[in-house]
């Protein structure tokens, strides 16, 4: 599983955004509505020049022409005025290379520096979050879930149905290399000698010493009985030319049968070379645990195993056989597995009853939570800001005109009513002043 920081540091990476277009209902409807409204906003400005050009035909009666001329002339000015500053943030207007115009292309970049400023700003101020956890009291809900048998049951339901993704097969080389880099490096800090002493200390003390001694010497008996013929030739290899075969037969069979009789000896506690095997044995754990040769030697031997690809082939295997038999076990409706998950959730609902206990969780939560506020606010951040300086210009300048261009359609309207309002209210006071 996993380094776990099952970090945001995954969610800095920009991912490519969806291509735009009519295949996506909700960005259709959004065009179709921005069309919509850029009508209205034209329809307008046509209305005023519409009424400027009614004003110079000559068809009006006396004395409505130069109205409706001013009306019509000031809102041509500021439905023009104002269609000029909305087009000015998206692009150039008529294409002209008129300055500070085709705002939001030029400043894609601080657009989103200043969006990503302003949701960690906002949105993920620690005590504004602290106070929302706060409010939620986790434990208190986790309680309550678990409070019920039918709830908890089905606690237990999604725990156990997510173990099997968990443990898909394509996931064992992973957890096999990083157990067995921990279980190199957690013995590489142990001082192997106490451990073969105490395992050798738990052997000698086990009753299973004399089956083993029993064993061992039987197989040492073996030996010696199928290598007399070699015994017999070595003594007479060694012997002097004129001491006769017989006598070097006779000699190497004593030989072979004393060696077998002593080894015979040592499998029986009440003989004296028995005695002084079993005793030797029993010191042996305390010699090896104060650094002898032989304890330096078995540390050797246990260290240069570690680090042979046998370790991890055993590590491999291991980790392969739990796995398939975790699978199997979670296969069963009443598999050892969901009862140990179900007895553990009955235990921790049982204990949460504890005010006590849910405000130390609430306040381990919240600890947690405070210490990982300032990495989680740099990567959301950092996401942000660099999912939208990742997105093409034109296509983000396309996506915020969708987003805002509705409204900004109302200031063009405004903007050429409110010019014909004070056009209106200019003529009259030009009139009755002028009068």
């Known amino acids: ?49 519409l009424g ?18 001013a009306v019509a002339e000031a809102g041509m000015v500021g439905g023009l005025a104002d269609w000029f500053a909305v087009t000015a943030l998206f692009r150039r207007p008529l294409g002209l290379p008129i300055p500070h115009t085709a705002l939001v292309p030029r400043n894609r970049d601080r657009i989103a520096d200043g969006i990503a400023a302003y949701i960690d700003r906002e949105f993920l101020a620690p005590t504004m ?18 409070a019920g048998e039918t709830s908890r049951d089905r606690v237990a339901d999604l725990v156990v149905g997510m173990l099997p993704a968990l ?13 067995t880099r921990a279980l190199r490096r957690g013995l590489a800090g142990v001082d192997l000698r106490f451990a073969i002493a105490r395992v050798l ?44 075969k ?10 072979a049968d004393a060696a077998i009789g002593h080894l015979f000896d040592l499998r029986s506690p009440h003989s004296e070379v028995g005695r002084d095997l079993r005793r030797w044995l029993a010191e042996l754990p305390d010699e090896i645990e104060q650094g002898s040769p032989l304890g330096e030697k078995l540390t050797s031997i246990v260290n240069a195993a570690l680090s042979e690809s046998s370790f991890a082939q055993l590590v491999g295997n291991a980790v392969g056989t739990l796995r398939e038999m975790a699978l199997e076990d979670l296969a ?24 006590d206990l849910r405000a130390r969780i609430n306040s381990s939560i919240e600890e947690a939570f405070v210490a990982a506020i300032p990495r989680w606010r740099q990567n959301i951040q950092a996401f942000v800001s660099g999912t939208l300086r ?28 409110l010019g014909a309002v004070i056009g209106g209210v200019l003529y009259v006071l030009n009139q009755a002043l002028g009068g």
Not at 171 to 179: D, F, N, Q, S, V
Not at 204 to 223: C, F, Q
Request: net charge negative.
């Open 246 to 255: 017989a006598v070097d037969r006779r000699v190497a069979g004593n030989m």
């Open 390 to 417: 990742a997105q093409d210009v034109e296509d983000f300048t396309r996506r915020l005109e969708l987003r805002v261009g509705r409204d900004l359609q109302y200031i063009r309207i405004n903007g050429t009513l």
């Open 129 to 146: 979050l602290v106070e929302q956890l706060r409010r939620m009291d986790l434990a208190a809900r986790l309680s309550g879930l678990l």
């Open 52 to 69: 400027w050009g009614a004003s110079h035909t000559g068809v009006l009666p006396p004395g409505a022409a130069a109205p409706l001329r």
């Open 201 to 244: 200390r738990a052997v000698v003390e086990s009753e299973a010493l004399e089956g083993l001694i029993g064993e061992l010497t039987e197989r040492a008996m073996l030996m010696v009985e199928d290598r007399r013929a070699w015994l017999q030739d070595a003594v007479a290899e060694r012997s002097r030319w004129w001491i006769p």
């Open 332 to 355: 069963k409706p009443d598999g050892r597995i969901r009862e140990v998950v179900a007895a553990a959730l009955g235990s921790l609902a049982e204990q949460l009853d504890d005010a």
């Open 167 to 179: 443990l898909r097969e394509e996931r064992e080389a992973a957890i096999r290399g990083t157990l």
């Open 1 to 49: 599983m996993p380094d776990t920081q099952t970090d945001l540091r995954a969610l800095t990476t920009p991912s490519p955004l969806p291509p735009a277009g009519p295949d996506f209902p909700d960005e259709a409807a959004e065009v179709a509505d921005l069309r919509r409204h850029k009508l209205m906003a034209g329809g307008c400005l046509a209305l005023a020049a």
